[in-house]
């Protein structure tokens, strides 16, 4: 199973940015999908962004999408997710994700379709 480790959460005022990493390791990288989700207090887990596993695909939510990037760097085993234009909404706790179950990218946006899921980092914006 692969072992995520997220970094790089914070505190940012409003239209600041932010960058988060991951760090996976335990299983060939470049052969899985990654993404994040994140979780504020009281909501639904939600889907933020995916990326193929060679990166020539990406899925974002409609709310996030113009401000924020999902990439990856195969030979360090690092999928990164810069954040600008940060507003209070969102602030939430930010989940690393690995691997589709069923290896359909369209398959991106539902929580149950990930087999890995790291710690979480927090992200707080203020306003």
């Known amino acids: 199973q692969v072992q995520l480790v997220e970094s790089g959460g914070g505190l940012v005022q409003a239209g600041g940015s932010l960058r988060l990493s991951c760090a996976a390791s335990?299983?060939?990288?470049?052969?899985?999908?990654m993404g994040w989700f994140r979780q504020a207090p009281g909501r639904e887990r939600e889907f933020v962004a995916g990326i193929t596993s060679s990166g020539g695909r990406t899925d974002y939510a409609d709310s996030v999408k113009g401000r924020f990037t999902i990439s990856r760097d195969n030979t360090k085993s690092m999928v990164y997710l810069q954040m600008n234009s940060l507003n209070p909404e969102d602030t939430a706790v930010y989940y690393c994700?690995?691997?589709?179950?069923?290896?359909?990218?369209?398959?991106?946006?539902?929580?149950?379709?990930?087999?890995?899921w790291g710690q979480g980092t927090q992200v707080t914006v203020s306003s």
């Open positions: 335990g299983r060939t990288f470049s052969s899985y999908a």
């Open positions: 994700v690995s691997e589709l179950k069923q290896k359909i990218p369209a398959k991106m946006v539902v929580p149950t379709e990930w087999e890995s």
